[in-house]
Each structure stands twice: as structure tokens, then as C-alpha cells.
């Protein structure tokens, strides 16, 4: 395992490094997270990632890291708890934290993200949106003065809106999914560029599109459901060619592009299995892509440079006939629609 440093913090970081959405009630089971958590540090893996609003990940997570010796960079996020969740509630986000390091098993939390701070319709957490404060920022700066956290982080899903965030130059670590992987590059336009100018630690999620990219789904790409744009049918087809012409796996491609991203701090992977992370390692241990593949993959991203205003985040390859446009016109939560004036 090759080891990267995550930017200004100077920590050194597994090339790839283990999302723990699935080490929850929202996967197989303990005995298998058990033993992907177990071989992923065998492997090298140092950097581990959970958040309270992944299910009960934190509590998983920290009940198979107690057993385990090895130094470990752990990351955790404030966001979900408790219910009901105020995220402009000093007393709530620090007594979250106290039970994050409980459930965790860790005196000290390594980098300390603030999750989603790009969708205030989920968490709004900013009180002054142009200048990113809210009371959350004297929360992060008091918990880093006593030593309860050693970096603060954004973990986020957009485009302006989180690279507005990091331009407020608050923070030293940026976690950004679904919007960099092989097909999808949003995050290139803004994301990315505002991080490396302020040397933030950059943590690619979601690089397998939460599956999208995971496998293939070449009969279900060439029905074309609704949903699926031209543009990104095309994309996906022409992809499938390149693989085949390449002789990888979908999921070996899109690993070693990410890490092929000298940006990049850490790629995680948010496997279900033992399985799972020893093929990841296998894949990134062959090294970033070679310029011609490279340049390929460039060439077929640029089919589709931006997500068509219909397509779901998560692409529903599983259930292709289950999502039927993007919802209701003029209805987010919380908007009233009145009258023209």
C-alpha cells in the first residue's frame, strides 16, 4: 500500500481508504464487517470513515477498531444526531462529538467533517450562507483548541456550493462524492481547484458512482430507460467498449483513475466484504492508468461533462424501472408556490 499526505494536516494516508457506510445494520452483518475492517488493515488500509448518519456505523466500526492496534487515522462527521437535529445547537454538535468518540473507541478524532454543509435543505447549517459561519465554527475551533479533534473537513456532494465553502478558508480537509470518478468530473470545474490552491487535504468518495460504477449493466444501458439521457448512454456504451478493449474490470478502471489524481489524498472504498477490499488493493497496487487509457476515459467523460437535469445522483442501474423523473416541478420542501406578481 502506497501512502499519501492528506494535504496541510501532514497526515499520511493509505492510498485507499475504507467508507464505512456498509459497516453498519445497512450491511451484511458484524462478522463480515469484521473481517473486511480486519483485512483492510492487514493490507495497509490506515484510514477509516463513518459518520452518524450512517446508520450505526460508528458504533460497528468502533467496536471491531477497539480490538486493533495498528495506528489509524479515524475520521467522523457532525450531522443526524441527535433527532430531532438542530445544526445551530452549540450543546447538540459538542455533545455529538462526546458520542462519537464513545462509540468509537478514540480519545481523539483526526479529521472532523462537517456533513453535507452544501444542502442547507438537509442540514442548514449556516447562519451567514456568503460568509460560511454559523455557530458550528466556534464549535469546530473550540474542539480543535482543547485537542478533542485534530482537523476540521467538508464532506459535501456539490459543485459552487461546497467549493464556496472551502473558499472561506475555514477548513483543512475536503471529502467530495459523487461528482469525481471516471465518467463523472463536476467536481474538476470548481471543487478540486479551490482545494489545491489552499492545500486541503482532498478525500475522493464515492468514485463507484455508490455502485453506478461498481459493475457492469450493459443490457440495462442499451433498453435505455427513461431516465438515461442519450448523452450518458452513449457514454456508458462507449466505456463498456473500452474495457473490454483494455482487459480490465470496470472496477480496477475506475479505482486506478482516482489514484491516477496526484490531488487526491485518499480514494475510499465502502466495501461489504473481505472480498472486496482485498481485489480493491489488488487494483490500485498496479498503479495509476497509463497516459493512453487516460486519455481515452478523458475523451468518453467529455460525452457527458454534466449530469442531465433528469439523472438521480445514485444511478438506479438495479431498478431501472422503478424511478420515473426527477419529482414534482415547483414542490421542493419547504417552497410554497403563489401567485405570478
Not at 438542530?86 to 467533517?113: G, M, T, Y
Not at 462524492?177 to 481547484?193: D, G, I
Request: aromatic share 8%; hydrophobic share 40%; charged share 20%.
Amino acid at each position: 500500500m502506497r501512502f499519501r499526505t492528506l494535504g496541510k494536516t501532514g497526515l499520511q494516508v493509505s492510498e485507499l481508504g475504507f467508507g464505512s457506510l456498509f459497516t453498519s445494520l445497512l450491511g451484511p452483518g458484524f462478522a463480515d464487517s469484521k473481517q473486511a475492517v480486519h483485512r483492510a488493515v492487514d493490507l495497509g488500509i490506515n484510514f477509516f470513515d463513518t459518520a452518524p448518519a450512517y446508520a450505526n456505523s460508528e458504533e460497528v466500526l468502533g467496536q471491531i477498531l477497539a480490538d486493533i492496534k495498528a495506528p489509524l487515522i479515524v475520521s467522523t462527521k457532525l450531522g443526524g444526531r441527535p433527532q430531532s437535529f438542530d445544526p445551530r445547537n452549540p450543546q447538540q454538535l459538542k455533545a455529538s462529538v462526546q458520542e462519537s468518540l464513545r462509540l468509537l473507541h478514540r480519545e481523539v478524532i483526526d479529521v472532523l467533517f462537517v456533513h453535507e454543509p452544501d444542502r442547507p435543505l438537509q442540514y442548514d447549517w449556516w447562519s451567514d450562507p456568503e460568509a460560511v459561519y454559523g455557530p458550528v465554527i466556534d464549535v469546530l475551533e473550540d474542539l480543535k483548541r482543547t485537542g478533542t479533534i485534530r482537523f476540521t473537513g467538508l464532506g459535501g456532494t456539490t459543485c459552487s456550493e461546497l467549493a464556496h465553502c472551502i473558499r472561506s478558508n475555514r477548513f483543512d480537509v475536503v471529502l467530495t462524492a459523487f461528482n469525481y470518478s471516471a465518467l463523472f468530473r463536476e467536481a474538476t470545474h470548481e471543487v478540486l481547484p479551490a482545494a489545491r490552491e489552499r492545500q486541503m487535504g482532498i478525500v475522493l468518495g464515492s468514485v463507484l458512482q455508490q455502485g453506478g460504477l461498481g459493475r457492469r449493466y450493459d443490457d440495462v444501458v442499451r433498453a435505455k430507460p427513461a431516465w438515461l439521457a442519450e448523452a450518458r448512454q452513449r457514454q456508458f456504451l462507449a466505456f463498456y467498449q473500452l474495457l473490454d478493449d483494455a482487459g480490465m474490470s470496470i472496477v480496477e478502471l475506475c479505482l486506478r483513475f482516482a489514484i491516477s489524481n496526484p490531488d487526491a489524498g485518499t480514494v475510499l472504498i465502502g466495501p461489504k466484504t473481505a472480498q472486496q477490499v482485498a481485489d480493491a488493493v489488488a487494483a490500485v497496487a498496479k498503479g495509476p492508468l497509463s497516459a493512453d487509457v487516460t486519455a481515452q476515459v478523458d475523451r468518453i467523460a467529455a460525452l457527458a461533462p454534466y449530469r442531465p437535469f433528469e439523472e438521480p445522483m445514485i444511478l438506479p442501474f438495479n431498478n431501472p424501472k422503478g424511478y420515473w423523473g426527477p419529482g414534482m416541478a415547483n414542490l421542493g420542501a419547504g417552497v410554497k408556490v403563489g401567485k405570478l406578481q
